[in-house]
Every structure is written in structure tokens, then in C-alpha cells.
């Protein structure tokens, strides 16, 4: 059983570089600053998928993958940061893509193979087969999804993890969930597996060569990653997507745990009302964790919209049912809201009209901050499977002394969940280099910048 995740990052890290040198050529492999560049720079700044990026490393769930990657830059040179972090803005804003993971940054992922790997599939189909009802089914047209992205966008203002999730509930995204299906069916694998390996090989090679030469080109985009590297990575990471999209995205900016964050061993009286304390039942010895305690395994819980379930009736059974369960509440803690603009009531109004459905006349939402509750893809991260943190047995942590948040009626850029977790795990690796003391330990809020009240959401379009 695996109790710390050390070893899986280290060893994870060493081959990611170990393939670098085996795949890249001696101008990339011979400085070793470019290299722990490439390691560091992951998909959200438009760089290679690293090990050192992944957020479920250490935490389960995270609130925004950029101000995370960002942080994670701290002790690499500046210089190697700017050659490796390529920022290309396209001249259209890819509303598609904010919708797919509202999260991004609209830059073109130029170290992305997955624009290659779609076309392979599709030309070997229209090679390898001959029934036209596979070939219908894989050249439907898609614009449907596109229009939709569009109309999403049009939202002011705009809050990209309210178009994802409505996007998710459509009609269209069911149905291009179905294709995906069939797409990494046995069948597709089969046909892209018969493609000539000529091609693939050569396709392959002129990838690495443009990947190759987009890592040693001189940086000549007007937007340097650097200008963003502040020390409070939520102003930079707020700055670097208004930049890239052109407007201000709402509810999406949300702080590093590990800055917001501090552990401390002593508090004033002041103090103290900012922090979350922990406390161990006993002093943990060295190799403590190795055996349960009393207390249940803390893994933390989900944050949705608070709904009132019960209150609607008559809806299809399915997934299609669920859905429409999903965005009737949505739709409700919308209005609640006040005002809604004609063309975001009017797409409402479209997505629950595909599904039969209508909003009842009693409102399902009792409660929650709509976009800071909507679950996204990129918030899909499983922390702590597979490192089962047997040290929250022991310990007990309570918020009672923060009132002016946990006891507020109001919500905060503070993922707590996030936040309980992060303290388990300093005080699992402080325990990995021996005993725990029995004392009290203070998780404290030590960035004032990132812990700001979130509005309550407005739509005027």
C-alpha cells in the first residue's frame, strides 16, 4: 500500500527527463536549465504533458490548474522559461475551447499531438472502409457544437465555468459523447492500427522535427510569460487570461492552495481567526502512519449547487433525465440571481426545450455561488487514489475559529477541501522525517490577494 507519493513523483520525473534525452536532439539535451524547463511548462501554458504538472500528485482537486503551473516555475531560470513558454493567441478567441475546459488559455497548443492523431483516424476509416453509415457518422458536421460555444460566449459577463457546464448538458454534447465512444472503439483501433507504418512513421518524425524547432526557436510572441510570473500567482494568472481572451473572465482565477496557505506552529490572537487548526489525538512516532487511528479516513466532500432534491417530478429516466434534473437547477439559481439577459434566457430556454422539459414553477435551488459550485472537467482530479492518507486518522482540524469565513454567509476564493488536505500533507511528510509532536499546528491564510469574496453572479446578456 502506498503512503506517500514521493517516490511516484521523483521516479515519475526522472523518466519523463530520461525520454527527453532519448527523443530530443543535443542543442535541447546539452543544458540542463532548458531541460528542467521542458519538465516544468505543461499543457496550460501550451508545453509538453510532465509529470511535475499533474495536480494529483499531491492534492485532490484543484481549483485552477494555471496558478498551480505557474507556482511550480518558482527556481527555474527565468530565461529557459521564456524560450520553452511559446504564448501564440490566435487571431479568433476559441469559445469551443473555453467551453471544453473553461480553465485554458486561448493560445494555439502547438505541442499538442492530438490534432494529428484525429486525422490519422479519420483517413484511415475512409480508407479502410466501406460503409457509408461509419463514414456519415464520423463526418457529421459538427458546426452545431461550434454555434453553440459561440452563443455561450456571448454571455456577459462572461463566467466560462457556467458556459462549460451548460455546454456538458446539451443535446449536442451528448451526442458527440456517443461518437467519442465509438471513436475509441475496438473498431477504430483496429483500423488506425492497419495504416501504413510508412506514414505514421513519417507523420510521426515531422511532428518531433516541429516540435524540435518550436522548443529552439528564438521567442518572438508578443506576450512573455514573464511579465506574469508575480510573486501572488492568482494577479498573474487573472492577468495572463484577460490577455489571451481579450476580456475578463469571471469565477474562474482561483489561488494555489500551497501560497494561499501557510503552516505555522505559532499564532497571535489575530491570527488565529485566519487559520484552520490541526491538532494530532496523540505524538506520532516515527513510521506512525504506518497504522490507522481512531478518526474516519477524511477524503473530503464534493461542493455542488445546494439543491433541494424531491422537488422535481416526471423527468425521463437516464442520463438524458439527469441532465435536465441539472439544468433545471441551474436554470433556477440563474434567476435567482435577478435579472437574466434576453439572449442567455432565450439558449435556457433551447437547451431544456431539446430535452421536453420545462422550469417548475417552485424554485429547486436553495442556495450556493453558482459558478464557484459548478463542477468542471478540469476540476476531475483524484488525489488520493492509490496514497491513502491513513495520517488524517489521527488528526483532528476544525475552522470554528475562522469566522469571518467557514461561519460567513458569504463564499471566498478558498477551496477548503483543497485546503484540509494540504495541511494532512505537511504534516504526513513532516512525520516522514520523524516523531509529530502533540501541539496544535495553524494552516494559515498568509496571501492576502488571493482570498478575495466572490460576487454574487449577474448576467446581463
Known amino acids: 500500500m502506498d503512503y506517500t507519493r514521493w517516490p511516484s513523483v521523483i521516479a515519475g520525473i526522472l523518466v519523463y527527463v530520461m525520454e527527453i534525452f532519448v527523443l530530443f536532439p543535443s542543442q535541447i539535451c546539452s543544458d540542463p536549465h532548458i531541460v528542467s524547463a521542458l519538465a516544468v511548462v505543461g499543457p496550460v501554458l501550451g508545453g509538453l504533458s510532465s509529470l511535475a504538472t499533474l495536480p494529483s500528485v499531491m492534492f485532490r482537486g484543484l481549483a485552477d490548474p494555471l496558478t498551480f503551473q505557474t507556482a511550480i516555475t518558482t527556481g527555474i531560470a527565468p530565461l529557459c522559461i521564456h524560450q520553452v513558454t511559446k504564448l501564440t493567441v490566435p487571431a479568433q478567441p476559441s469559445a469551443l475551447a473555453l467551453c471544453s475546459d473553461p480553465t485554458c488559455l486561448n493560445i494555439v497548443p502547438i505541442r499538442r499531438p492530438e490534432g494529428i492523431l484525429k486525422i490519422w483516424i479519420e483517413e484511415s476509416l475512409s480508407e479502410m472502409t466501406g460503409s457509408s453509415r461509419i463514414l456519415n457518422l464520423m463526418k457529421t458536421d459538427i458546426s452545431s457544437r461550434e454555434v453553440l460555444a459561440i452563443d455561450l460566449f456571448q454571455m456577459e459577463p462572461k463566467y466560462p465555468r457556467l458556459m462549460s457546464y451548460l455546454f456538458t448538458k446539451s443535446n449536442v454534447a451528448y451526442g458527440l459523447s456517443m461518437l467519442d465512444k465509438f471513436q475509441k472503439s475496438s473498431t477504430i483501433v483496429s483500423l488506425s492500427q492497419s495504416m501504413s507504418m510508412r506514414c505514421i512513421t513519417e507523420e510521426s518524425r ?11 526557436m528564438t521567442n518572438k510572441q508578443g506576450l512573455n510569460i514573464l511579465d506574469y510570473l508575480t510573486p501572488c500567482t492568482m494577479d498573474g494568472a487573472s492577468r495572463l487570461r484577460a490577455a489571451t481572451w481579450g476580456c475578463h473572465l469571471h469565477g474562474v482565477t482561483m489561488p494555489f492552495i500551497a501560497e494561499q496557505f501557510k503552516l505555522r506552529l505559532a499564532m497571535s490572537d489575530e491570527e488565529i481567526s485566519l487559520s484552520i487548526i ?45 441532465m435536465a434534473e441539472d439544468l433545471i437547477s441551474t436554470c433556477d439559481c440563474i434567476r435567482l440571481r435577478g435579472k437574466v439577459g434576453e439572449h442567455l434566457a432565450e439558449l435556457l430556454t433551447i437547451l431544456l426545450d431539446e430535452k421536453g422539459v420545462t422550469v417548475p414553477e417552485l424554485p429547486v435551488v436553495i442556495g450556493g455561488t453558482l459558478t464557484h459550485r459548478l463542477p468542471t472537467v478540469s476540476d476531475d482530479r483524484a488525489g488520493l487514489a492509490g496514497s491513502l492518507n491513513v495520517i488524517s486518522t489521527h488528526i483532528g482540524f476544525t475552522t470554528d475559529y475562522m469566522t469571518d469565513f467557514a461561519k460567513s454567509q458569504k463564499d471566498f476564493t478558498i477551496h477548503f477541501q483543497g485546503a484540509f488536505i494540504h495541511g494532512l500533507n505537511l504534516l504526513s511528510s513532516q512525520l516522514h522525517y520523524g516523531a509529530l509532536p502533540l ?8 496571501c492576502d490577494n488571493c482570498t478575495q469574496e466572490i460576487q454574487e453572479d449577474h448576467f446581463a446578456r
Open 278 to 322: 490541526f491538532r494530532p489525538d496523540t505524538t506520532l512516532p516515527p513510521r506512525g502512519w504506518m497504522n490507522r487511528g481512531k478518526r474516519p479516513l477524511y477524503i473530503g466532500p464534493c461542493t455542488f449547487v445546494k439543491i433541494n432534491r424531491g422537488a422535481i417530478t416526471g423527468l425521463l429516466e437516464g442520463k438524458i433525465g439527469k
Open 439 to 446: 501541539q496544535t499546528y495553524y494552516l494559515t491564510l498568509s
Open 206 to 216: 515531422r511532428f518531433k522535427e516541429k516540435l524540435v524547432q518550436s522548443i529552439l
